[in-house]
């Protein structure tokens, strides 16, 4: 080889190796990735506790239709013992069950058993450092009942343990009185997980005996998001009810929290339910009732406020969902449809130019496109297109379903793949099916093969059809869109994922973003099958409660940053879909309020002024209802960046999700769709199982605009792709349960009084306000809102 040659080669080599390592670096620091090795991982489960029978659904009554069994458990758990173990009404504990680590106290958990189930337990030397000697082993993750004081210093305004305190202990102004800004934050173990309460310290106190002299009497329950799958209890951190709280704590406000109410552990409502009832005996035991509860929490800390709410009415007297959507089973019914969709366009039409274009792909999907934005899979894709073609020639910018789901649905639907394994020694992680179906089985039951049903179902769906009609895309390409797109294996058939970072053979070799090797894909000569969902597992999880009906009573102001613009998951179009469901189910939604602000401003402390204005005036009427009592300057709005309310009224929400005119905020934060609005399902985004319909008769009532014609020329190639038929979505969801789940007659207690049901079904609902008004901008801080 010649000196230029080998300089080039070189220089080649250089390059690759530079490209490599930030693309490793990126992956590592801003991608899905497994979890890394843990000290003491999961031995063991109790005999039978990984038998895979087949189980019917879930056929009982809604929970808002279900007595809870009497509590057994004496509150409140005293410092040094443990709370209870088994739930409630939820059902029998489910194994293997990783342990979490409770920061505050930093202990291990408690030995429960000496044959080797759940997690090794270590000795302690003299100086309080584990050794390698294993004491026993920790099934169930317990943990005493003990208690720290933290204050916030003045110096740098973070919270330190009291005993740090080096004259530097803030003040606050609580009840009237100033007093020392110093936090008693309560720990332990609740059904397996961690729970906090966190209170001002009150006059003369001892740990064992707190005093609320300086709670002012409302108490908030903290929730928290994030996608779980089970099988693990959560950490706790001072953080989480101080810090993430600091301004609540100060005006007085008392915390609680559990791992068990976040969802990033599991998405298990009556899990969460059970818990916030148990918790919230802990809490009354010591302080006494609250004046009322509010919910505080983001993502899926907002969908187990909707659905608390609407299945048990009474733990939460009012809500302030963050970044929401209305349930998490029915965010999979699009957000499956993401990962075809994109393999479609990067693989099976890569020679398409248009598909080069991001915001030609929105018009498929429905969901957010930026081609300004600069993808977090940028890098990865260009290490990996040294190795395979298919990561190459990517268009600019990036999609809601690349940034804002890309790899969510193998940790929701793979049963072989979950990004925590390293957490459980042996062959325990191949023994579990490690998806969302599976954890919840005892609602979607299993089949004979042994695997949890699922509710997902493309069967009929019409991608694109939106964009025909429109006259944005081609018969051809909306029959080759919807040829080729076929749906997702069967559980058992699913094979290990190839997308986390090391997840498996050497990368990037071996990288697979669209985890293709579960899809079933076709051709236009031949198309893909699409996937059937289990008609029980539908009706099932309707009846257990998972799926939000909208039907709620407590006052809700639904608050997010507008974040559609930057790909996030948290897409605002969701909102509305709450209130369509809302509206549905109670003829009006006069009781939810949506408020957007630009990312720079957190409105949270208005809306929680707002809030106790309207409880206030709910508890001095409670005749009057929860709208009656609305304040008269309780509206819908938007914000700017420096909190001024952008504009205010019944209007400023209108939009093509309502079928009217632009509203202010709507045009100032315009809200997107989904893939199955698009392709012309309700805004409701609720039908998990078509009704199906002839293609002839679709053609026959004008479901393909002024293509009609065209399109019955391709009538052979429609029956080929549609087999069974199109949706008609006319028609309601065939697998729900046609019974009336929740009867409208009964009455729902909110701080502590019985308040009538308001439906006004048939009836024009006059807002609490007279119409969109602009107001005059007012100057207010601008702060972040808390990641919930």
Known sequence: MSTRGAWFLSVFFLMLVGVLGVAAWIAYAKLPKVHGKVDAPVLGVPAGALEYAPTPAYAGPHPRMMSRPPEYFPFPISIGEVGPVETLFTGPSKYPFFCGRNAITDRQPLVDNQVKEGVPVFALDDDGKKTKEVIGYSRDCSHATEVAYFYRSTTDGSFYYLHEARNDIDKVTVNGRQVDFIVRVETGTINRHFYA????????????KPNASNWNRRLIYQFRGGVGIGWRQGNLSKGDVTTRRMDQLARGYAIVYSTANQTRNHYNLWLAEDTARRLKKQFQALYGEPMYTVGIGGSGGAIQQYLIAQNAPGILDAAIPLYSYPDMVTQTIYAFDCEPLEYFFDVLDADNPRWKDVE?????QGLAANPEADSRFKLITMAAGLFDSRYRGRPSGATECVDGWRGLVP?????????FFKSFAGDLPERVHWTHWENLRQFYGAGENGYANTTWDNEGVQYGLKALVDGEISIDTFLKINAAIGGWKAPQNQSQEKLWFLNGGLFPVHLSLWSEQNLNMGTLASPAKRSRASMEAINGIYRSGHVFLGDVEIPIVDMRHYLDEELDMHHSSASFTARERIRRARGHAGNQLIWVSHKDYNPLDDALDLVDRWMQNIISDPAKGVVENRPE?????CFDSEGNILASGPDVWNGDWNRQPKGKCMREYPAHSTTRQVAGAPVTDDIFKCALQPVERALAKGAYGSHTEEISGRLDDLRRIFPTGVCNYNEQDLARPREQLIPKEIPVRI??????PDYRQGKVLQEASVGEREIQPVSAPSENMSDE
Request: charged share 25%.
């Open 633 to 637: 300057d309780a509206n819908d709005q």
């Open 411 to 419: 940790l929701v639907n793979n049963p072989n793949f979950v990004h």
């Open 197 to 208: 309460i966190a209170v001002l310290r009150g006059e003369g106190e001892t740990a064992e």
């Open 751 to 756: 701080a502590g009084h019985l308040i009538d």
């Open 360 to 364: 030609e792909r929105q018009r498929i």
